[in-house]
């Protein structure tokens, strides 16, 4: 059974860039079988999908993101990654990291990031 | 930025039957699948029901999940205590290049 599990600092300063990795176990991002989506949630509130990569690389993010993400792959490591860019206090939130087929399943365990100076 | 529209909350008793709504539009669930995550206090979503109505093995049938136009709603029967959690709906959105969008939410309490 795939897990995945999100990773990367908790506290990160207004302006600066987030970045974040998930690392996957039970089954090789290189398979082609799924996407692999980044998802967050502010505290206390709803979820927004950030965006997805493939193996091969090929991206697709929420338009409303999109000036300010990256999501890139290390299939020799497992591991896929989210840059978020300028980030303000609104970005704080816990990220989730997922496969994404026509839907969310499973996801990792969430890593609560903080912006704030 | 949800264009899924849930009310904030439901409750039941234990053995009730409660049904949460989903409103959208022509471009999402009026072309779309409908999915439904149940997410327990403190934990990730999880998957409940997935192409409007289909539970993934392990979810059970006291959960069912219906369309009809642009609205979709899901329903829990025999309501548990164990069901206390929120619930969201999503959907894919073709708007905007196309995009996945998440309901606003809904708490359910168990009474």
């Known amino acids: 059974q795939v897990q995945l599990q999100e990773s990367g600092p908790g506290l990160v300063k207004p302006s600066q860039t987030l970045s974040l990795t998930c690392t996957v176990s039970g089954g090789s991002i290189s398979s082609g079988d799924y996407y692999w989506s980044w998802i967050r949630q502010p505290p206390g509130k709803g979820l927004e999908w950030i965006g997805y990569i493939y193996y091969s690389g090929s991206t697709y993010y929420n338009p409303s993101l999109k000036s300010r993400v990256t999501i890139s792959v290390d299939t020799s490591k497992n591991q896929f990654s989210l840059k978020l860019s300028s980030v303000t206090a609104a970005d704080t939130a816990v990220y989730y990291c997922a496969i994404h087929t026509d839907w969310f399943d499973p996801w990792g365990q969430g890593t609560l990031v903080t912006v704030s100076s | 930025q949800s264009v899924l529209t849930q009310p904030p909350s439901a409750s039941g008793t234990p053995g009730q039957r409660v049904t949460i709504s989903c409103s959208g539009s022509?471009?999402?669930?009026?072309?779309?699948?409908v999915y439904w995550y149940q997410q327990l206090p403190g934990t990730a979503p999880k998957l409940l029901i997935y192409r409007n109505n289909q539970r993934p093995s392990g979810v059970p049938d006291r959960f069912s999940g219906s369309k009809s136009g642009t609205s979709a709603s899901l329903a829990i029967s025999g309501l548990r205590s164990e069901d206390e959690a929120d619930y969201y709906c999503?959907?894919?959105?073709?708007?905007?290049?196309?995009?996945?969008?998440f309901g606003t939410g809904t708490k359910v309490t168990v009474l």
């Open positions: 999503a959907a894919w959105d073709d708007s905007l290049s196309g995009h996945y969008v």
């Open positions: 022509s471009s999402n669930i009026g072309s779309n699948y």
